[in-house]
């Protein structure tokens, strides 16, 4: 079984910084690839950037390329968002996801396996 446990959410500025960090317990996290969603109010789940097992390859959705950084650290079974210039359309619940590596659509929620219980992140205009 793979636990993700999301921590680092917040109330923050418009402009300001974030780092969400995503703690995975369970089997080898390395061959994991890890993923960063989101759900505003009322809105559906959204895809916000992944990272492969190895770390070699992110991808980011539109709204937050050039302002979030996904990374990973596979000695600490940890993955990392880090985001920049906030805006108040950034609020949302963040999750972090799990699969097992090579699996395709990740743009898409279902593709993820495992999911934390999510961390809130609050931009205030």
């Known amino acids: 079984q793979v636990q993700p446990v999301e921590s680092g959410g917040g109330l923050v500025q418009a402009g300001g910084s974030l780092r969400l960090s995503c703690a995975v317990s369970?089997?080898?996290?390395?061959?994991?690839?890890m993923g960063w969603f989101r759900q505003a109010p009322g809105k559906d789940r959204d895809f916000v950037a992944y990272?492969?097992?190895?770390?070699?390859?992110?991808y980011y959705a539109d709204s937050v390329k050039g302002r979030f950084t996904i990374s990973r650290d596979n000695a600490k079974n940890t993955v990392y968002l880090q985001m920049n210039s906030l805006k108040p359309e950034d609020t949302a619940v963040y999750y972090c996801?799990?699969?097992?590596?090579?699996?395709?659509?990740?743009?898409?929620?279902?593709?993820?396996?495992?999911w934390g219980q999510g961390t809130q992140v609050t931009v205030s205009s």
């Open positions: 369970g089997r080898p996290f390395s061959t994991y690839d």
């Open positions: 996801a799990a699969t097992k590596s090579g699996s395709s659509r990740l743009f898409t929620s279902d593709a993820w396996g495992y």
């Open positions: 990272i492969r097992w190895s770390g070699s390859s992110t």
